[in-house]
């Protein structure tokens, strides 16, 4: 893991300052290292531990962060030193001790960690202003008038005499003329150049701004938030309660609080909750935007908000699972907003739970958390039931706003036509719907036209030769697409079969979403329709216009993947039809049940969150079903009481520990063999069980063969040690990979 620092051993000899250094300190890379290296300190030169440096690796210079005293292991004529300190506030000790800690618990190397922290180098750098213009002192109209300015000079003077400061761009856009003009002007001393700094995001929140009057419940749960945030100490609550009991309305009150209290605070959302029109409402509610962190960010919008949270300005940080790791200087709250979404979970790179870690981030740092949904994790309530979190409960939705009726529609009985999917009691609904002006959402979380393309006269299923996964077919406007969803591997449906050569053979199996448009623009010709999947749009603002669309009511019928399900409020949308409630069941994964549950719930909550009444209906071949009986009777306590009885009896999460250890390699019979080899040396102490190996469920990906073994320890078992002795202990070529997954969540 360390071969980063040794090709720097080797590598051309840095600049070498011939003093000997006053000191040595042990210094972290932002690269896939274990440990912390010593470097010396120059003379003249001051550093702290937490401070930002420049040191020589491996040829380059790199950021890096000071984690300590040096470990005096390095002979003093092969010392390198410290090239630079920068200027900018130094990494709490709390966040080193929460990567380091990230790093033991995910059996990550640790300098892997700490670049999630530093990962924007840019922002180690003051920003540099940009360059603005303004019009100058003394220009009189008399003065231009005599200065016989060309028409466009004229213009670029109308647009800057409101004394406004702009950009040259920006100028000459509105002129419309060329940048060179206003540079031109200036030259001549009728404008003046002055500096545009970018402002800090989130400075300054107003706690005060846009207050509202809490119900009593709600009052209740804010006000033990409170008295928690002034406490200063450790809690972990569960904020729990239906779509629409407020509970965001709750936890802006604690933000409020902290804000007072002069915290930084942090709110993870999934990353597409982050809608226009969640940072409207806490707009609405602080007077000014939070600080953003995702995927979607410019590299100049990261470097603002990863400077301003680095030196403790920006206040408020929304963000997705990653946001966890930008260097806080005096963060005070967490609130994961949706705790049991799956997308918390990092899925590659450093695997980690981003919840889990928020709560090990609030524990060092004695501060509170709130883990807030409507339908927790089953881990979350086991905790609550052990009384390890407070569980803080609003019991209705806000205004008397009533939960939707469920039905269950029983696929075998009530038959949808032939080639439709949707059954004939739902479509009477949708009708109903689209009569009294209200919108419906058919959802299906299923991309594309047909999740599988069959042979009618042999049987050949269309697959993609690079991964174990169906082609989805998808209708394009150059006609239809087989495409991986896996890969992207993509080609035409070819006119033979592939495996008979049977001509015109090749059939769609089962509805995606657009196959469910076809059959919705067929039945209710005049409606409005929009479908969104993440392959809809192709940014996040096009989807956050899409989303806007939806609640300004352009919209009657709505088809959608889970990108509608999660936090958007619809006020008109009071039916919701989910076309497969059993999808997802089949895979018999550990959390599958529980992760259906979560999503048709989730969906559910989408009908009539305002005044008017929802309702609900789930197509499933299986009415009897435990989740299917929970939804409709609304149990959803005896569910998750249900599931934890089944995962006890079986030993497994919450009650037992497991990391999955995946093997892969584009030589099958090599990568087999290493994981047979971990089989062979698989830990022996009691308590702990290895399973595997056995190929993936995806046995393929991207041209890789992958193979899984499963580890299965005690909790009282140091897992981590266990699985990384156990690992270390073979050698592994090169052309194979080992990835260590600690609490995996997906078995693929
Ligand atoms: P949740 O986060 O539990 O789904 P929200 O906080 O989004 O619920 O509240 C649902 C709706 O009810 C929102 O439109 C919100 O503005 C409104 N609401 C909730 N509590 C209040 C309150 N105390 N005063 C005014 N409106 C409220
Ligand atoms: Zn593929």
């Known amino acids: 893991m360390d071969s980063l620092f040794q090709d720097e051993e080797l590598g051309p000899a840095p600049k070498k300052d011939s003093r000997p250094p006053s000191e040595v300190r042990s210094v972290l890379v932002p690269y896939p290292v274990d440990k912390a290296y010593d470097y010396g300190v120059p003379e003249g030169m001051d550093v702290q ?131 060179s003009v206003v540079k031109g002007l200036s030259d001549k001393g009728f404008l003046k150049q002055v500096d545009i700094f970018n402002p800090v995001p989130c400075k300054t929140p107003n706690y005060k701004h846009g207050a509202v009057d809490l119900s009593e419940d709600q009052q209740d749960v804010a006000e033990r938030l409170c ?172 205004g008397g706003a009533q939960m939707p009726e469920i039905d269950l529609v029983d696929l075998r009985e009530d038959k949808p036509d032939s080639g439709n999917f949707i059954a004939p009691s739902l479509k009477k609904a949708m009708m109903d719907t689209l009569q009294r002006g209200e919108q419906a959402l058919m959802f299906l979380n299923r991309r594309g036209y047909a999740p599988l393309t069959l042979c009618r006269s042999c049987g050949h299923r269309m697959e993609c030769p690079r991964c174990t996964a169906w082609l989805v077919e998808h209708k394009t406007a150059r006609g239809a697409h087989l495409q991986c969803h896996h890969c992207g591997f993509g080609v035409s449906v070819p006119k033979q079969c592939p495996s008979c050569s049977d001509e015109g053979s090749l059939v769609p199996c089962g509805p995606g979403v657009e196959r469910i448009e076809e059959e919705v623009r067929q039945s209710f010709p005049d409606a409005r329709v929009m479908v969104l999947a993440s392959d809809t749009t192709d940014s996040q603002d096009e989807l956050r216009t899409l989303l806007e669309r939806i609640r300004r009511k352009e919209v009657d019928i709505i088809i959608g993947t889970q990108i509608v399900a999660k936090g958007h409020h619809f006020p008109d949308l009071t039916l919701v039809g989910v076309i497969d409630a059993d999808l997802g069941l089949q895979g018999g994964e550990l959390r599958a049940s529980e992760r259906v549950y979560q999503l048709l719930h989730q969906v559910a909550g989408r009908a009539g969150r305002a005044e008017k009444p929802g309702h609900v209906y789930l197509q499933t071949y299986m009415p009897q079903h435990r989740i299917m009986q929970a939804l409709a009777a609304a149990g959803r306590d005896a569910f998750l009481q249900a599931e934890a009885a089944e995962r006890e009896a079986a030993h497994m999460p919450p009650f037992a520990r497991l990391a999955g250890i995946i093997v892969t390699g584009r030589d099958e019979a090599q990568a087999l063999g290493v994981a047979k080899a971990l089989a062979r040396v698989a830990p022996q102490e009691a308590n702990v069980q290895t399973f595997g190996p056995a190929p993936a469920p995806m046995a393929r990906l991207r041209g890789r063969y992958r193979f899984r073994l499963l580890v299965r320890a005690e909790k009282t078992i140091n897992l981590q040690k266990t699985v990384l002795d156990w690992v270390n202990s073979i050698k592994v070529p090169s052309t194979v990979r080992v990835i260590i997954d600690i609490d995996p969540q997906s078995f693929m």
């Not at 779509?243 to 604690?254: L, N, P």
């Not at 301003?308 to 929304?318: L, Y």
């Open 49 to 179: 531990d937490g401070d930002y440096v420049c040191v020589p690796l491996g040829g380059r210079e790199v950021p890096a962060v000071v984690w300590g005293q040096g470990a005096g292991d390095v002979k003093p004529e092969k010392l390198k030193y410290i090239i630079d300190r920068y200027d900018a506030a130094p990494m709490r000790k709390v966040h080193r001790d929460f990567i380091s800690w990230a790093a033991r618990y995910c059996a990550a190397p640790i300098g892997s960690v700490l670049k999630m922290a530093l990962s924007v180098p840019a922002g180690l750098e003051p920003p540099a202003p940009a360059r603005g213009f303004q019009l100058a002192d003394g220009v009189s109209d008399a003065r231009l008038e005599k200065a016989k300015l060309s028409v466009q000079r004229r213009a670029v003077m109308d647009v800057m005499a409101d004394g406004q400061i702009r950009r040259a761009s920006e100028i000459a856009e509105v002129a419309g003329c060329s940048a």
């Open 227 to 398: 008295e928690q945030i002034g406490d200063g100490g450790y809690y972990c609550n569960l904020l729990d309660g239906v779509t629409g009991a407020g509970k965001t309305e709750v936890y802006f009150e604690a933000i409020a609080k902290a804000l007072e209290q002069g915290k930084q605070i942090l709110l993870l959302l999934p990353e597409i909750a982050l809608s226009n029109a969640f940072l409207q409402r806490f707009n609405d509610r602080f007077g000014c935007y939070p600080a953003l962190w995702h995927s979607g960010l410019t590299a100049a919008q990261r470097r603002l908000t990863w400077r301003g949270v680095a030196q403790g300005t920006s206040r408020v940080v929304v963000g997705a699972r990653s946001a966890l790791f930008l260097p806080y200087q005096k963060l005070g709250l967490i609130i994961v907003d949706e705790e049991h979404d799956p997308a918390y979970k990092q899925e590659d790179g450093v695997r980690y739970h981003a919840r889990d870690m928020a709560v090990v981030r609030a524990h060092l740092g004695q501060f509170p958390i709130v883990l807030v949904s409507a339908t927790p994790s089953l881990e979350t309530m086991q905790n609550v039931w052990d009384g390890k979190y407070e569980h803080l409960i609003l019991p209705a939705r806000f």
